[in-house]
């Protein structure tokens, strides 16, 4: 049976100095909750519970878009971590299986410490904490272990001189059976400092009741907490680091590497050139051979083999660039298909489209998709050129091999093969230019 993941997102985050709940800060472009529910399910959680509490509707709303079965629980008054995690124990009525207890705020656990989390419980662990090795435990609870055993958790102001010494500190992902959970937070007390209910004290109770605890243990870097906006940019700098490592490792070259800006599920493939400065957004996938030049923002597009993109070129959602397809220097395409070895070099605007194979667009054309309503799209055969400076007004079909005079306005199909002129008829006035600016000299003086 597979594991139930309870991630804990009900914290204002009032160091964060933000009205916006703490989960939904962006991290890589997407929210840190993001993160949290891909580990979560790149793990094999079967069930996830998401407990929310300020600013609950957004979280819910955001957790509900990454995964439609994600189940919300609400934690009305927010009471301390054991309290959260009850509040989810009617989403998980019925299930039998392991949870593990995960946090909104931490967003670098990976899913291979929650399956060894897991191979503990299945070797007769009950409770299995993450612990990890803290180059400065200043702050951290300890875990006080004899051999693999954990025999208690111990809070930093509670610790004696001699438990200050320990560096093995607790992270808060704790794995437990459902019935073991949920029956040891049934005992947990709030006679503390806080009045809080305390998710860690299910150590001293299950040690109590004679049952098994351990403590596996991860890289410190994956206990990384975002609790202010300093956090937060040490979080997005550890991300960026390893997701540039990673590239270069999987066979992308970054002519820049520090200027390259990566999200959380930016796919890029092998022998792809990505110069300097360059933003990826959400949903981006490159496929292998393609070059991004510099200074270009992509979010939410494909960009096939062998195409180039930029320089300062955007690409918003909807995106499809064709193989060896062109998007040249401030070219922006939005939710638009620029077909096998078309080209738009330059100075264009591409905006609900198809444009078909080995087509060309000249310089500041634009495609008038918008009419203020509602969005319209137009459709380009394959080897079909559009001179600079043409508007097309959407809807519109242009057949194949098709040529646009420059500076045309199309609002009506072309068929196949024609060449479609739609400007005004050029007039020459005799001398009428010098006679004007001499008289408009003449006013300036």
């Known amino acids: 049976m597979g594991f139930a993941a309870i ?60 995964d439609a079965e994600v189940q919300i629980a609400e934690q009305a008054e927010q009471n301390g971590t054991g309290h959260a995690v009850i509040q989810a124990k009617t989403a998980l009525e019925g299930f039998k299986g392991d ?106 109770i299950a040690r109590v009741k004679g049952l098994s605890c351990t403590a596996i243990t991860c890289d410190e870097e994956e206990t990384l907490g975002v609790n202010s906006r300093s956090d937060l940019a040490r979080a997005e700098q550890s991300f960026q680091e390893s997701a540039r490592t990673q590239a270069l490792e999987n066979g992308t070259t970054l002519v820049a590497p520090q200027t390259v800006y990566f999200s959380l599920d930016t796919l890029v493939g092998a022998d792809v050139v990505i110069e300097p400065n360059v933003i990826f957004g959400p949903g981006v996938t490159v496929e292998n051979g393609a070059h991004i030049r510099a200074f270009s923002h992509l979010e939410g597009c494909h960009i096939s083999e062998g195409a180039v993109v930029g320089p300062y070129a955007r690409l918003r959602p909807g995106a499809e660039i064709g193989a060896f397809g062109k998007v040249g220097n401030f070219v922006e395409i939005k939710n638009a298909v620029v077909g096998k070895g078309a080209k738009v070099n330059h100075l264009s605007y591409v905006g609900d489209a198809e444009i078909g194979a080995d087509s060309n667009i000249g310089a500041g054309v634009i495609f008038c998709n918008y009419d203020g309503v ?13 001179g600079s400076n043409s508007a097309l007004v959407s809807p519109v079909n242009i057949g194949s091999d098709a040529l646009i005079g420059t500076g045309s306005v199309i609002t009506s199909d072309v068929p196949s093969g024609d060449l479609s002129l739609a400007r005004a008829k050029q007039v020459n006035k005799t001398g009428r230019g010098k006679r004007l600016m001499d008289m408009l000299r003449a006013r300036k003086k």
């Open 99 to 204: 949870i593990i207890v995960l946090y909104g705020d931490t967003p670098f656990v990976k899913p291979e410490s929650l399956g060894k989390m897991l191979a503990a419980r299945a070797q007769g662990n009950d409770v299995v904490v993450l612990g990890f090795k803290a180059s400065n435990p200043e702050g951290y609870g300890r875990l006080s272990m004899s051999g693999d055993s954990l025999e208690a958790i111990i809070e930093h102001k509670d610790c004696s001189p001699e438990q200050c010494e320990i560096d093995f500190c607790n992270s808060g992902v704790v794995c437990a059976n459902t019935e073991t959970l949920f029956s040891l937070l049934d005992e947990v007390g709030s006679n503390n400092a806080s009045g809080e209910v305390y998710l860690t004290d299910i150590v001293a």
């Open 7 to 66: 991630i804990l997102a009900a914290g204002k985050g009032s160091r964060m100095k933000s009205d916006m709940p703490k989960v939904m800060h962006g991290l890589a472009g997407v929210p840190m909750l993001a993160h949290v529910m891909k580990t979560a399910t790149e793990a094999g959680a079967i069930k996830k519970v998401v407990v929310i509490g300020h600013g609950g509707e957004l979280v819910s709303k955001a957790a509900l878009a990454l």
């Open 374 to 386: 509602f969005k319209h799209q137009s459709t380009l055969g394959e080897r079909v050129f559009v």
